[in-house]
C-alpha cells in the first residue's frame, strides 16, 4: 500500500507531524513537491527565496534516498497534478500538513474534493506551529487579535515533542516509476531555469542539517545574549532561522525541545533571554493564526481608518525608498542589506517600514510587496504582520508608532558599524554625524551621497493629521 506525502511547508524528513503517521501506516511512502506555476509566476517572489527552497528540495531528495525511497517532483497546477499522480500510481492515501495561507486553504479543499471523487484517502495534520489555530482561543472560543494575552495562553499550553523521522521506507518499483513519469514526474530543475538568479552566498545554507546546524551553533553561543543583543543589526545576534521555518526545514518541536532542555538548565539571565526568544516564536504563530482567522489581513488594513487612508502617490520616493537612497543613513543601509543579502535585521525591518509609511506616507502595501520581492524568509503571515504593525493599520491596540531614524541609530547602531559596512561611502564620517544624519549638503555631495528627500518632523505631523481626520 503507497501512501504518497505531499510536502509543502516542511521540507523535511524528521519532526515531520504528518510524514511520521504516514509511515505508521505502511513502508511505502513517497514523497512529492508540486512547484506551482500560480506561485512561482506572481511578482512577489525573491530570487533569494527559490535558490533556497530548491536547495532545500535537493536536500529532501537525497534524504529520502538515504532512507530508501524518494521525493518526486511535479511542475504543474497542484489540483490537477496531484490527484493525477496519485491516481496513476494507485495510492492507498495522500497525506499532508495543514497550510494557513488562504491561497493554500483554497487549493487545499479543491484537491480533496477530486481525491474524493477518485475514491483516494487522505488524512491532514498540523505540523508547522506548535499549537493549531483551533487550540488557541479565548476563554469565550473566538481568536485573539492582541498578543499578549495570545502569548499567555500559548506558553500555558503543553509542547509536542519532537515526531520520529521517516526510515527503513521503500521506493517505487520500475513500473511506478514509469507510471510516475507519465503522470508528469520531472527532474528538480535550478533556480536559474526556474527564472531567478541568485548569484550571492544565503544566509542560511539550505536543507535539513544546515538549519539544525544553525539552531545547535544560537543555542550554544547566542541565545543566551539574544535580550541584550537582538536589537543591534551590526551584531550576529538573532538566530537567522526564519527561512528554515518558512519552508521547514527544521520542525518547531525540534527548535522547541533544544530551547526548553536549555530553558531548564540555565542561570536566571539566560533563562529571561530564552523566554524573550520563545516571544518571537510566539509572534510567528500568532500571525500565522491570524491570517488563518483573518484572511482578508492579506488584502489590506485591519482597521476601519486605514482602509481608505490617504497615502501619497510618489514613484520617485518609493524608488529612492527601494534603492536605499532616501538620505537617512540607517534606513539606506538597511534597504541595501535586504538588496544584498535578501535579509533585513528585525530592528531596522521596523525602522525601514516606519519611513515608508509615516515619513514617506506611502502605503505600507507597497513596502509588504517588495520585501516579498527580496526576502529569503518572506511569508504571508509574518510578513503582513509586520507591515501592519509598521503602518498602524492591523489588529495592534497602539494606533500611532513612528519611528525616528535619527534616535534609532543612536540606540541601535551606536557606533554607526552597521551603517558603514553596508553604506561604505560615509565609512569616513564622524560617527555622531553619522548616527544622527547631520551630515551637510557639502559632505554628502562630496561623498556621492543623496540629501535626505523628506525631512522627518514635518512628515511626522503630516501623517498625524491625515490620520486624526480618518478618525472622524
Ligand atoms: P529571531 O530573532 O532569531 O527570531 C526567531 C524566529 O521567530 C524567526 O526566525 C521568525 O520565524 C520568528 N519571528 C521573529 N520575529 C517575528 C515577528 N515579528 N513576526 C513573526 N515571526 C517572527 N519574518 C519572516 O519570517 N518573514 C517575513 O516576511 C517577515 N517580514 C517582516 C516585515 C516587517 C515589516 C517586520 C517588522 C518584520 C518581519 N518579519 C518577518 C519578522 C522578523 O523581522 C524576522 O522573522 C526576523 O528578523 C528573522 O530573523 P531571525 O530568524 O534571526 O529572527
Redesign the pocket.
Known sequence: DLILFWHRRDLRISDNVGLAVARQQTQKVVGVFCLDPNILERDDVAPARVTYMIGCLESLQQRYAEVGSELLILFNEPTTAIPKLAESLNAKAVFWNWDVEPYAKERDRTILAALKEKGIATQNFWDQLLHSPEEIRSGSGQPYTIYTPFWKNWISKAKSTPAPALQNAIRLTDTEKEAARQAGVVELPTASYLGFIWNNNLVISPGEAAAQAKLATFCDRTIDQYQEQ?NFPAVDG?????AA??FGAIGIRTVWDAIATLYQNSPESAQASIQT?QQ??A??EF?QHAIYNFPDLAKGAYREAFKDFPWNDNSEHFQAWCEGKTGYPIVDAAMRQMNTIGWM??RC??IV?SFLTKDLLLNWQLGEKY?MQK?I???LS??N???Q??ASSGMDPKPVRIFNPASQAQKFDLDGSYIRHWLPELSSVDTKLLITGNITPLERASLGYPAPIVDHNQQQREFKQRYQQQKL
Open positions: 537582538r538573532t538566530s537567522q532561522l526564519s521555518l518558512k526568544w518571537e516564536l509572534w510567528r500571525y535585521h528585525n525591518r521596523m517600514a520585501f526576502l524568509d518572506g511569508d509574518a510578513n504582520g509586520g507591515w504593525w509598521s
